[in-house]
């Protein structure tokens, strides 16, 4: 069964940085797309940045400059990089995966993705 297990996150003071990682594993091929999702309590999940195959990123206004995704296509594993980390960056992660190529800003719409990780906490205080 095809699974997405994550790692990373934790607590962090504001400015600092985290690194977050999710392995896909039983897949046949390579998921087309993968992204990171974010919630918090009472609040709509959000997309955050996604990667495709070819390694074209796709990045919310409020990840731009400050959290980088990337593919490890030899471990199937994608991670995300987070710096400058602020107050209102805590919420619960998702990583997120799917057969289908997405572009644009389809790439960072939750219902456009079939498979999920478990989620993991980030809290960043002031």
């Known amino acids: 069964a095809q699974v997405l297990v994550q790692s990373g996150g934790g607590s962090v003071q504001g400015g600092g940085s985290l690194r977050l990682s999710c392995a896909a594993t039983g897949y046949r091929r390579n998921p087309e797309s993968m992204a990171w999702f974010r919630q918090a309590p009472g609040k709509e999940r959000e997309g955050i940045a996604s990667i495709d195959s070819v390694r074209d990123a796709v990045y919310a206004d409020s990840a731009k400059g400050r959290f980088t995704v990337s593919l490890d296509t030899a471990k199937n594993t994608l991670h995300l990089q987070m710096s400058s980390l602020k107050p209102e960056d805590t919420s619960m992660y998702y990583c997120?995966?799917?057969?289908?190529?997405?572009?644009?800003?389809?790439?960072?719409?939750?219902?456009?993705?079939?498979?999920w990780g478990q989620g993991t906490q980030v809290s960043v205080s002031s």
């Open positions: 997120a995966a799917t057969d289908r190529w997405l572009k644009g800003a389809d790439a960072i719409i939750q219902a456009n993705y079939n498979y």
